[in-house]
């Protein structure tokens, strides 16, 4: 519910804000996530909470678990995964190479890598459905993805190609980012960018804020199941069980933080904190600066009188 909620509330807040952000590139990318990650819920969750209110009686038929859930539990995590890539890109050519960012092709750009996204993530969500390994239900029967556990050669390659596509995918949000950060922090310095700095990096470091807090929550909700899929792949682990069940609620809860992390972070929330960080410094600073030059002044003024009687007693000795 929070999830639905949140990235309904998170399309409306785009929507009724478009007048300011006028659908630039990453706000488009931002709402492509939403999208997703609400899509992603409701085309699969109704049939889970219909499988655990009929206490485990319900199970899934045979099709609809292999061609259906399957499909969906392993496009929609994928397709997050590459939306907030592209985002990383985006505020990569933005940050590092200006010139070439502007113009009417950014829109194209960002057009091109939603494109590019959706049919990658479908790709290579696909794999088990044109029989490069198969789909199977997963502890406790309330999930079904492709068969990461089977020991044959056709799910393994499926396993090794899905877990490194998404290990690659968040290492390059990583070093994006880092690169990003370190550019705008050489280019205005990290003190200087958070006192004032121009007005344009101010505007960078608001939406870099959002998008780190995106990939840093993405990549400890996410990637641990990439790394399961992986020693499945190379037969470190067997079997499945709760370990399993754990990782994918991990990895889902992504399409639940998505939304609310924009929310939270989003432009407007951030210049309320800011301005009321800065009232309070003004306020409780201020002060503590203007009384600590009350006692700088009051111990100068006794320093002086002090001099001085120690003048008068020198020139009129007893």
Not at 34 to 40: I, K
Not at 103 to 121: D, E, F, H, S
Not at 127 to 139: I, S
């Amino acid at each position: 519910m929070l999830g639905i909620l949140g990235n309904f509330a998170a399309i409306l807040m785009l929507y009724f804000s478009r007048k300011r952000h006028k659908w630039r590139p990453f706000h488009r990318l931002v709402l492509c996530l939403a999208v997703t990650d609400f899509c992603g819920i409701m085309f699969v969750y109704p049939l889970v909470m219909y499988r655990y209110s009929s206490n485990f009686n319900y199970d899934f038929p045979e099709p609809l678990c292999h061609y259906y859930i399957s499909f969906i539990f392993t496009y929609a995590p994928l397709s997050s995964a590459f939306i907030i890539c592209a985002m990383s890109i985006d505020r990569f050519i933005a940050i590092l190479f200006p010139h070439s960012y502007g113009g009417p092709w950014k829109y194209k750009r960002v057009n091109l890598m939603l494109i590019t996204q959706a049919l990658a993530a479908f790709i290579f969500a696909g794999l088990h459905l044109v029989g490069l390994g198969d789909a199977n239900a997963f502890y406790p029967g309330s999930w079904c993805f492709f068969n990461f556990t089977g020991d044959d050669i056709y799910n393994r390659a499926n396993s090794y190609i899905y877990s490194v596509v998404g290990i690659l995918t968040v290492a390059i949000m990583i070093t994006l980012n880092s690169i990003v950060m370190v550019k705008i922090c050489r280019r205005t310095g990290c003190r200087k960018l958070m006192e004032g700095g121009r007005s344009e990096d101010k505007a960078n470091i608001k939406i870099i804020v959002f998008l780190i807090a995106v990939v840093v929550i993405f990549t400890v909700l996410w990637l641990p199941l990439m790394v399961d899929i992986l020693l499945h792949a190379a037969i470190y682990l067997e079997g499945q069980g709760d370990l399993e069940l754990d990782l994918l609620r991990l990895a889902v809860t992504n399409a639940i933080v998505d939304p609310w992390i924009y929310i939270f972070l989003r432009r407007e929330t951030l210049e309320f904190v800011q301005n009321l960080y800065w009232k309070i410094r003004a306020k409780f600073g201020g002060g503590l600066t203007r009384r600590n030059s009350d006692r700088q002044s009051l111990s100068n003024n006794q320093q002086q009188q002090t001099r001085g009687n120690d003048n008068a007693e020198a020139s009129n000795p007893v």
